[in-house]
């Protein structure tokens, strides 16, 4: 069974940095296209960033460009997103996935970055920035 559980998440004064991890099972990596994405209350769902499984292509949406990073350890199965310089509305649920398919991946367009056909998910983490 593919499981994608996210954790690291907490609350954090506005400047502040925070990791975030996503830990697999059943499945690695390598053979998946991996997202970033977060959704904030009444809002929707905002992609962060996607990595390409087929040459390793970072894309990453304008509003975290520059102060999030993604990371990976192929050996703990796990990748993480770094925060830094957070932001008030940065607070959101944040959740990480992971897409199979031949068609999975992400499109940038207009600062913003779309996923698709991305059929793993994560439950999700909050982060909350305060001001």
């Known amino acids: 069974e593919v499981q994608l559980v996210e954790s690291g998440g907490g609350l954090v004064q506005a400047g502040g940095s925070l990791r975030l991890s996503c830990a697999a099972s059943?499945?690695?990596?390598?053979?998946?296209?991996i997202g970033w994405f977060r959704q904030a209350p009444g809002k929707e769902r905002e992609g962060l960033l996607c990595i390409s499984r087929s040459d390793g292509g970072t894309v990453y949406a304008d509003s975290v460009e520059g102060r999030f990073t993604f990371s990976r350890d192929n050996a703990k199965y796990t990748v993480y997103l770094q925060m830094n310089s957070l932001r008030p509305e940065d607070t959101a649920v944040y959740y990480c996935?992971?897409?199979?398919?031949?068609?999975?991946?992400?499109?940038?367009?207009?600062?913003?970055?779309?996923?698709?056909?991305?059929?793993?998910w994560g439950q999700g983490t909050q982060v909350t920035v305060s001001s």
């Open positions: 996935a992971a897409g199979s398919r031949p068609n999975a991946g992400c499109v940038y367009y207009s600062g913003r970055v779309y996923e698709v056909e991305y059929e793993n």
């Open positions: 059943g499945f690695t990596f390598d053979d998946y296209d």
